[in-house]
T-cell receptor, first 117, second 114 residues
Framework: GAVVSQHPSWVICKSGTSVKIECRSL??????MFWYRQFPKQSLMLMAT?????????EQGVEKDKFLINHASLTLSTLTVTSAHPEDSSFYIC?????????????FGNGTRLTVT | AQSVTQLGSHVSVSEGALVLLRCNYS??????LFWYVQYPNQGLQLLLK??????LVKGINGFEAEFKKSETSFHLTKPSAHMSDAAEYFC????????????FGIGTKLQVIP
């Protein structure tokens, strides 16, 4: 149980275009989803926390207009990288968490490798 | 603020040898502590977690970790390394059981030598 599907697993896009990454909780309702960015050989950096039906909370230094997060349903959150540039190339990972008392937290997707050319 | 420090970004062990990955934490409240494993180009898989129920926590794949408040440590161990254990390991801390913000360490890459 507690499967999180992240799609696509990898994507290559041209500089200036936008890319959407989806994170779905397949067998539980995720009231909270987290988006992380991982640079090569580094740890996960929390980008934002999204709660279903409300605006995402971004970490300091993360551009909310560049990384658009939508959490419109209890099973789906999306991250859109707008006007992508090569420096946005990275590994993006989502995690989904059910409400307290309804299951263990932090179920991770398999990540999305974004390459901007 | 909470933080974790993983000592040693790379650890090499021989197959069959003891695995010891170090993690020290800093927290102003009783912490929840986690160990995750990441294989190349994949997400994170939970190995084990400490939630104050018992100081010695057993996880999957033969791993265990001991919470030592006096040393603010939560080191990960496995008695006998297997080739399939080669991966990146992350220690993490939360003040909410993981339901809110979780802070990850920088990771330790484990190499298993045949």
């Amino acid at each position: 149980g507690a499967v999180v599907s992240q799609h696509p697993s990898w994507v290559i896009c041209k500089s200036g275009t936008s890319v959407k990454i989806e994170c779905r909780s397949l067998d539980f309702q995720a009231t909270t989803m987290f988006w992380y960015r991982q640079f090569p050989k580094q740890s996960l950096m929390l980008m934002a926390t999204s709660n279903e039906g409300s605006k995402a909370t971004y970490e300091q230094g993360v551009e909310k207009d560049k990384f658009l997060i939508n959490h419109a349903s209890l099973t789906l959150s999306t991250l859109t990288v707008t006007s992508a540039h090569p420096e946005d190339s990275s590994f993006y990972i989502c995690s989904a968490t059910p409400p307290v008392g309804q299951g263990s937290p932090l179920h991770f997707g398999n990540g999305t490798r974004l390459t901007v050319t | 603020a909470q933080s974790v420090t993983q000592l040693g970004s790379h650890v090499s062990v021989s197959e069959g040898a003891l695995v010891l990955l170090r993690c020290n934490y800093s927290s102003s409240v009783p912490p929840y502590l986690f160990w995750y494993v990441q294989y190349p180009n994949q997400g994170l898989q939970l190995l084990l977690k400490y939630t104050s129920a018992a100081t010695l926590v057993k996880g999957i794949n033969g791993f265990e970790a001991e919470f030592k408040k006096s040393e603010t440590s939560f080191h990960l161990t496995k008695p006998s390394a297997h080739m399939s254990d080669a991966a990146e390991y992350f220690c993490a801390v939360s003040d909410s059981g993981g339901y809110q913000k979780v802070t990850f360490g920088i990771g330790t890459k484990l190499q298993v030598i045949p």
